[in-house]
Every structure is written in structure tokens, then in C-alpha cells.
């Protein structure tokens, strides 16, 4: 199977890296081109567009920031759908807005270009190990078509249904991590102010209710001051922008995912390019810490 890989950022590198080393024919693009070099040396091909990404592809993936970049991506003078032939299949697994899916969806269409979207979850590390969830909406039989490539890419691959239904789920799961780790920060924050010692509160609460992959894996790092990848700040902002859109469409209120919202804006300056655990910070700020 020939892939064309559009957005080699934290993200799409080590996906893109995944795919070749489970043996498919992989051509690469970014649009800071420097970013292919690594993948070329690794045995990929270099394209000079998403265009030419697509010519000889039969999946193309797309992985980029927000709903503007996938536009672009996709429908420029040099986007996809102008190298992509009858029957091509492009799997966006970036996170955007799911009404823009459906539209670029039936776009693609009248090209004779079919569309799934397939987003992620899992961090930096999940695209690293290869152990993503990813939701993918669109036709049973194009998500089947995919299922390959995604396979290699994530551990829990789930078709939710038509198109722009992976980017609904995608946003419930950002609404749902916003609450983590609000929960995890305020917690900590409290503890810290408390006078106990951080590492027994975790030893503790660890093995109970409270346990989850956020206090697994970022507790330490809100105690530590210290943000790495992981998951951009500046990225769950923008993702919650669209959880928020679409619930106010449809009529739900949000008021916790409001307020991390809320958050981290005031974050974003400062520690939009860190991880999104140092919303602790803004917690502590309050906290006088």
C-alpha cells in the first residue's frame, strides 16, 4: 500500500515513522521541509507538496494543527485534492471542527476522493509506541480500507460512525481530560498547602478511585514544575474552542471545560508550546503558591 503523510509535527513524525518501519511505501511532506530529512534518511520519499504527496498514494494522511490547516492542506493550488486520483482515500487524523469535516468530505467527493477522519489520542508517547486510540468516522467500507495503516499508528482503532462523528468523539474526549487534569491540579494544589508530602498522597490515592492515566503519568511533573510533551497547551485550547462550539450549537453547557478554557488562555503566552499538565500552574497561582 502507498501512503502520502502530510504534517510531520510532535505527532505526524513518529506516526509517519511507525508506518515505514512496518514496511509501507511512504512519501513525505511538511511544510517545513527540513522536518522530512530524518524520514528520508530512514528510507521514505520526499515530495515538494501535498500535491505530490497524493499522486501515487492510496491513502493519504493528513496530520496538522486546526480546521484553517486542513483547508489549506487539502484544497490549495498544491493541496491533496489536486494530485489525488479517482478512488484515492485521505484519513485526516488531525483534530478540527466536525461540521468543516463534513464539508471537506463532500468536497472531496465530487473528485471522486473519499474522506475519513481519525483522530487521536495518546500523547506524544502514544504516537511514539504506536498505541493511539484513534475514532474514525466515515464509510464502513473506506475506515476498513484504512484499517492497516491505522492499525500499525494506534492500539484502539473504533468506528464511531459517519463522517465528522470521530471528531465529535474526539471532543467529548477533551472535554473529559479537561476534568482530569483540572482534578488532578486542584488536588495536588491542596495537598501542597496542606503540609503533606506529595510522594505518600500519591502512593496513597494511586491504587484507589483517583488513579487514571493523568496521575500516572503528569502528577509528578505538576509537583516538579516541569512541562514536557505530552500534549501542547496551546493545542487543548484550541480543541476545547471546538468542543465549545459545537455544544453551544447544540444547546449543552460546559461550565467545567469553560473553565479550563478559561485557564488556560491566561497559560497560553507562556506555556502554550509545554505540556498541558502545567495548568497547574494557574492553579497554584491562585493558591498563592
Do not use: W
Not at 476498513?144 to 492500539?155: E, N
Not at 468523539?169 to 503533606?196: D, P
Not at 496521575?215 to 516538579?224: C, G, K, S, T, V
Not at 460546559?254 to 494557574?282: N, R
Request: charged share 25%; with cysteine; glycine share 12%.
Amino acid at each position: 500500500m502507498r501512503v502520502g503523510f502530510v504534517g510531520l509535527g510532535t505527532m505526524g513524525a513518529p506516526m509517519a515513522r511507525n508506518l515505514l518501519q512496518a514496511g509501507f511505501d511512504l512519501t513525505v511532506h511538511n511544510r517545513t521541509r527540513e522536518k522530512e530529512e530524518p524520514l528520508a534518511e530512514a528510507g521514505a520519499k520526499r515530495a515538494d507538496s501535498p500535491a505530490e504527496a497524493a499522486q501515487n498514494a492510496d491513502i493519504v494522511v493528513t496530520m496538522v494543527s486546526d480546521t484553517p490547516d486542513v483547508e489549506r492542506v487539502l484544497f490549495d493550488e498544491d493541496g491533496v485534492a489536486a494530485g489525488a486520483r479517482d478512488g484515492t482515500l485521505v484519513c485526516d487524523m488531525s483534530t478540527i471542527s466536525p461540521e468543516a469535516t463534513k464539508g471537506f468530505g463532500a468536497r472531496l467527493s465530487e473528485r471522486g476522493v473519499a474522506m475519513i477522519d481519525a483522530p487521536v489520542s495518546g500523547g506524544s508517547e502514544g504516537a511514539e509506541n504506536g498505541t493511539l486510540t484513534i475514532m474514525c468516522g466515515g464509510d464502513a467500507e473506506a475506515v476498513d480500507r484504512a484499517r492497516p495503516i491505522l492499525d500499525v499508528m494506534g492500539s484502539k482503532v473504533t468506528h464511531i460512525g459517519p463522517l465528522g462523528s470521530g471528531q465529535l468523539t474526539k471532543a467529548v474526549n477533551q472535554i473529559m481530560i479537561a476534568g482530569y487534569f483540572e482534578a488532578v491540579a486542584e488536588g495536588l494544589v491542596f495537598a501542597m498547602k496542606a503540609g503533606l508530602d506529595a510522594d505518600k498522597v500519591l502512593e496513597a490515592i494511586g491504587a484507589g478511585m483517583a488513579r487514571s492515566a493523568v496521575l500516572e503519568m503528569r502528577a509528578r511533573n505538576m509537583i516538579e514544575d516541569r512541562y514536557p510533551l505530552g500534549f501542547k497547551l496551546s493545542l487543548h485550547l484550541k480543541d476545547l474552542g471546538i468542543a465549545r462550539e459545537t455544544a453551544k450549537r447544540n444547546g449543552v453547557e460546559l461550565p467545567l471545560a469553560d473553565m479550563v478554557h478559561e485557564f488556560e488562555q491566561k497559560l497560553a503566552g507562556e506555556y502554550g508550546d509545554q505540556d498541558m499538565s502545567a495548568l497547574v500552574v494557574e492553579v497554584k497561582r491562585r493558591a498563592g503558591l
